[in-house]
């Protein structure tokens, strides 16, 4: 038995489930929609999320119910409903694991977030990568019509709630809300500016909710069982249910661990994903995702809620907890970061589109042991000039794998600069980086 | 032209959409299954389909990356070099790539097989290294699995060991209670 109680990745875990209509519902599946669609007013659903105090899974961690709760009252009109299933925060696979593996679970969800909002029309944006998971929510969608789940006539109440998958193309940004409605209308991928917000000027300038994938499986139970149910688990009042945590890295046992939220670091890194891979001790982790700044061993006692990690000086985010032994480069890891950030930058703000090359230009010095004392002070300056300094959070991102292992780990920098000067081979680097 | 060709498909992607537009990034995709990139032509016709002018198309195609505007391989090898992956050993996949095959990223074989491109985060750091081969992925790679892929998709265009509806860690096998 698990020690802690599987919501989530429950089903799955069963032997020899398929993931099929047949599956799901056997195991208590579209119970949920039965039971309020036609019958609840929508807005008592919206209470009822407010109520659970789940908050998105994507990595912002916004209260789901107060989104909701933005859109204009008294529409008319129409409205949409995103599901976020880009996925491409570097450390994080959770989405792909729920998608392929018990998609009607999330299909109960979007229809349930339809029927609150007051949406017709759902659109899961999945990243281009998961073909198959795209193929199997195509196939999920087909049985969920055929038996009256989704469509324009939802268990014969006269309710309409369809659903698109429409595949991305290969862009991290897409999984940023704004972005993501710009692919969707067929164009870049640029964050918009922000207000106006998508629940008042979303997909076609209409109000639209976008949601992650893990946030909509949760609505089904959170139904099911009640708010209060829910908001008992993790660590109440403020980071409520479980999560599923993406661990990777120098673990024995890598893979998604649902735990509820509050449990530690080190319960995560050592008892469910089995510890050290080579019992070398370890050095740093990721607590969130790409873009949550690096933390340390002195960490492991924190909390995995939104409120102890951002304590920590870092953040939840993703879930995506990325693990490194003793012995790993950490100038060479902020690179790692920064080149997946430099090739990902939009190119709509000049802070994160300049700065993101003159980071990497000159970590790649560093790194190749042709750094100046300068470059760290040029670091710093490049990140302060891009933090805040953008349309979207990606900036504030981008800096943060250099100013967290240049806090904890400037020695490390500065022993690579200082055998630069040893061996005397300063070099000028060229000023301009093809993009 | 592709309206001829998949006339009912292309139908079928526009009525998803309240808005032409939506379908730009599906049509382009389809012009790829067809032709194995995305060719000017077909961004030519997209844009009459779709009621946008040609750069419109243009600058969307150009955005993303999964979108070549060039021709690939048969086999388009894609080695995940962000740093999950590589805390795992991708840039050892890489390495047998340069091995086997004699290319490096961004080039293709002379017989025009493969394709080696390095790309960022797929989503499977917990089961790295990883590359994805056209549509499918394979995980946990080793120097063993990495050959026999290689082989499988030279000789049957497919490898048995792609990755299927993806759950890492697998569950516990059942204990037999009896």
Redesign the interface.
């Known amino acids: 038995m698990p020690k802690h109680e599987l919501i989530l990745l429950k089903n799955?875990?069963q032997?020899g489930y398929t993931?099929s209509l047949q599956d799901y519902e056997r195991t208590g599946g579209y119970q949920a929609l039965r039971k309020v669609v036609g019958k609840v007013p929508p807005p008592e659903i919206t209470g009822t999320v407010l109520k659970s105090g789940l908050r998105g899974r994507g990595g912002a961690g916004f209260p789901t119910g107060v989104k909701w709760g933005f859109l204009p009252k008294g529409y008319q009109g129409?409205r949409y409903l995103c599901c976020n299933a880009d996925?491409?925060?570097?450390?994080?696979?959770k989405?792909?694991?729920l998608i392929?593996?018990d998609p009607h679970q999330i299909l109960e969800g979007i229809v349930l977030a339809c029927y609150a909002i007051g949406a017709e029309?759902a659109y899961i944006y999945i990243?281009?990568?998961?073909?198959?998971g795209a193929r199997?929510l195509e196939q999920a969608i087909a049985e969920a019509q055929t038996a009256g789940y989704i469509g324009t006539n939802i268990l014969g109440t006269g309710i309409t709630a369809n659903v698109?998958v429409?595949?991305?193309?290969?862009?991290?940004i897409c999984g940023e809300e704004t972005a993501l409605l710009e692919?969707?209308?067929?164009?870049?991928?640029l964050p918009r500016v922000k207000p106006p917000f998508p629940a008042t000027h979303g997909l076609?300038n209409k109000p639209t909710v976008v949601n992650n994938v893990e946030t909509l499986a949760n609505l089904p139970h959170i139904i099911n069982r009640g708010p209060e149910w829910f908001a008992s688990i993790g660590s109440p009042p403020k980071s409520t249910g479980t999560r599923i945590f993406?661990?990777?890295?120098?673990v024995k046992?890598?893979?998604?661990y649902e735990v509820p939220m509050g449990v530690t670091f080190h319960e995560l890194i050592y008892e469910q994903a089995g510890g050290m891979r080579s019992d070398k001790p370890l050095k740093a982790f990721i607590p969130g995702g790409?873009s949550a700044p690096f933390l340390t061993p002195n960490h492991l006692d924190v909390k995995l809620d939104f409120e102890s990690v951002a304590a920590a000086g870092s953040m939840l985010g993703s879930g995506?907890v990325?693990v490194?032994e003793e012995g790993?480069d950490m100038v060479w890891?902020a690179l790692?970061?920064m080149e997946?950030f430099y090739?990902?930058s939009?190119g709509k703000c000049s802070p994160c589109r300049e700065g993101s090359a003159w980071l990497v230009q000159t970590m790649r010095r560093i790194v190749a042991k042709r750094g100046r004392m300068e470059d760290l002070e040029t670091l710093v300056d490049l990140c302060k000039n891009i933090e805040g300094r953008t349309v979207c959070a990606f900036g504030d991102a981008e800096v943060a794998p250099i100013m967290s292992t240049l806090k904890h780990w400037r020695p490390e920098y500065v022993t690579l600069i200082h055998a630069a000067e040893a061996a005397n081979l300063i070099r000028l680097e060229p000023a301009v980086v093809r993009h | 032209m592709l309206i001829e060709k998949y006339k009912s498909e292309i139908d079928s992607i526009l009525s998803r959409y309240p808005v032409k537009r939506s379908a730009l990034i599906p049509l382009l995709y389809l012009a790829q299954r067809d032709e194995g990139f995305v060719s000017e032509a077909a961004m030519k016709e997209i844009a009459v389909l779709l009621r946008l002018t040609p750069p419109q198309v243009y600058e969307t195609a150009t955005f993303y990356t999964m979108l070549n505007l060039k021709r690939v391989g048969k086999f388009h090898l894609q080695v995940c070099r962000s740093l999950m992956c590589a805390l795992a050993g991708s840039d050892t996949v890489i390495g047998w790539v340069k091995t086997r095959l004699g290319i490096g990223p961004g080039e293709t074989t002379a017989d025009g097989l493969f394709t080696l491109s390095t790309v960022e985060c797929l989503a499977a750091c917990g089961t790295a290294p990883m590359m994805q081969a056209n549509e499918d992925y394979y995980e946990r790679l080793t120097e063993e699995t990495f050959d026999r892929i290689l082989a499988d998709l030279k000789k049957d265009g497919t490898c048995s060991l792609k990755t299927g509806p993806f759950m890492w860690p697998e569950p516990a096998p059942v204990k037999d209670e009896t």
């Open positions: 799955m875990m032997p993931g129409p996925e491409s925060e570097p450390g994080t696979f989405d792909r694991q392929e593996r029309s990243r281009g990568e998961f073909v198959l199997i698109w429409h595949r991305g193309a290969g862009a991290y692919s969707l209308e067929g164009k870049r991928g076609y993406c661990v990777s890295g120098h046992r890598p893979g998604n790409a995506g990325t490194m790993t890891a790692r970061l997946f090739h990902e939009c």
